[in-house]
């Protein structure tokens, strides 16, 4: 079972961390297991990285992390909701957890903050795995899309099977039914006041969003040294030809995908999503394994 842990952001707001493997898990040789922080998107919370954080514990210490405005960390009225803090968050927790050199695994708006922050402080980071979001400006038609979107939600929702089957079936965003999304937004769900509404402020997730959907992001992308997968869902929101041109940027770049998966890969072919990260993150480990044999004279 994950083990909350109390850290804090970059201005003093408190940030709710998830230690999933306990005690962390150390490494054949004894020396400590090498850290993965996991960093989830808009609406999202830690949880959300269960399953893969499961199978991450046999050779990693996988943490989570709440971000600002998301799960059980804080969710000042007045933010900042900026790129600048959710990327000082996320450097702060590294540090305050000794994580360091970490592996970045993000999702969406995570990925953003993951591979801000390898450009800001390359020093922290080993390794990134960049989950379906775009280096391309989305522009202000996405913005009021989803301002619309949220808008139309049935607030509150009786029950959790009826959030699993708004956000699975009814709601207009859902080209065929997808049990993984009802249950990927029943998670963030809490019961108050007569029914069961977000953990999250609307809110606060447009001016998050905000904060990025206006730029573009190249520059950053091609600032990261460290090794990066770039994966895509088949049906996500990533296209071919960007996640493609996003490998090329990147100096250490590779690419892979998830047939049959939607924009919430790891929710919605955890199997497929497995099989995509851990070739490369087990590539990482035999390269630090090679570094550290000594050359025979």
């Avoid at 493997?21 to 990285?49: E, T, Y």
């Avoid at 997808?178 to 069961?196: I, K, L």
């Avoid at 049959?260 to 072919?269: E, K, N, R, S, T």
Wanted: net charge negative.
């Amino acid at each position: 079972m994950a083990r909350r842990i109390e850290v804090t952001g970059s201005d003093g707001v408190h940030l709710a961390a998830w230690e999933f493997a306990d005690p962390p898990r150390a490494g054949a040789d004894g020396a400590p297991a090498p850290a993965v922080l996991l960093l989830h998107g808009l609406m999202g919370r830690a949880s959300h990285w269960a399953s893969t954080a499961e199978w991450l514990a046999e050779r990693h210490r996988p943490v989570g992390l709440d971000q600002r405005g998301h799960g059980d960390s804080a969710k000042p009225a007045d933010g900042p909701y900026t790129r600048d803090a959710y990327v000082a968050d996320a450097e702060a927790v590294i540090e305050q957890l000794g994580l360091a050199p970490v592996t970045l695994v993000g999702h969406s708006m995570g990925a953003l903050t993951a591979w801000q922050l390898a450009a800001k402080r390359p020093d922290l980071v080993r390794a990134l795995v960049v989950c379906d979001m775009r280096a391309s400006a989305l522009g202000a038609a996405s913005q009021r899309e989803w301002e619309d979107w949220f808008g139309s939600w049935p607030l509150p929702f009786a029950s959790p099977d009826a959030v699993r089957r708004w956000f699975g079936e009814e709601d207009p965003w859902v080209e065929r039914p997808n049990p993984s999304r009802g249950a990927f937004y029943a998670e963030v769900m809490a019961e108050r006041d007569g029914g069961w509404w977000p953990v999250f402020s609307r809110r606060q997730m447009l001016e998050s969003r905000a904060t990025w959907v206006f730029d573009a992001h190249w520059e950053e992308l091609a600032q990261v040294r460290c090794p990066t997968l770039v994966l895509r869902g088949l049906d996500g929101e990533l296209g071919r030809a960007e996640a493609q041109e996003m490998v090329r940027v990147l100096p250490r770049g590779r690419y892979a995908e998830v047939a049959d998966a939607g924009h919430l890969v790891h929710f919605d072919q955890p199997e497929g999503w497995r099989a995509a990260v851990e070739p490369f993150l087990e590539q990482l480990s035999e390269d630090a394994r090679d570094d550290r044999e000594p050359v025979s004279p």
